[in-house]
């Protein structure tokens, strides 16, 4: 069965490293996202069976995305990839409904971990 990813990152550089980070067995479609504001209407629109969601971009942050789908209650497998590796940034998205936190540049090896950890994959 494919699973439905979206990549949201303002860097296309970090979205192309997350597809590249992805187990090669692992049968995706692909969407991406630049900003916040994309991610909302893409994951409404049901591209996302799992998100990948960086914190800092324009327009709507990670977290700002996190709190919205949490307010309208949407059914949601967000993992958090980010630069910004302080603990608060990581509890944070974790209470606002994340399943994971890893940090940026992402280790392949540790996002086939946490994918494996919570039965994604």
């Known amino acids: 069965m494919t699973t439905k990813v979206l990549i949201v990152d303002d860097s296309s550089v970090s979205r192309k490293m997350i597809k590249k980070s992805l187990p090669p067995e692992w049968d995706v479609a692909i969407t991406e996202a630049a900003n916040g ?3 909302l209407e893409q ?3 049901g591209v996302a069976d799992v998100m990948f969601l960086d914190l800092t971009m324009p327009e709507l942050d990670g977290y700002g995305v996190l709190e919205q789908i949490q ?3 949407l059914n949601s497998m967000i993992i958090v990839i980010s630069a910004d590796i302080q603990p608060e940034a ?3 998205v974790k209470k606002l409904g ?3 936190f ?3 540049p992402i280790d392949t090896e ?3 971990a946490v ?3 919570h039965g994604i994959i």
């Open 37 to 39: 504001i994309e991610a």
């Open 43 to 45: 994951y409404k629109l």
């Open 71 to 73: 307010k309208d209650g």
């Open 90 to 92: 990581a509890e944070r």
């Open 98 to 100: 994340a399943m994971a």
């Open 102 to 104: 890893i940090k940026k």
């Open 110 to 112: 540790k996002l086939s």
């Open 115 to 117: 994918l494996k950890e």
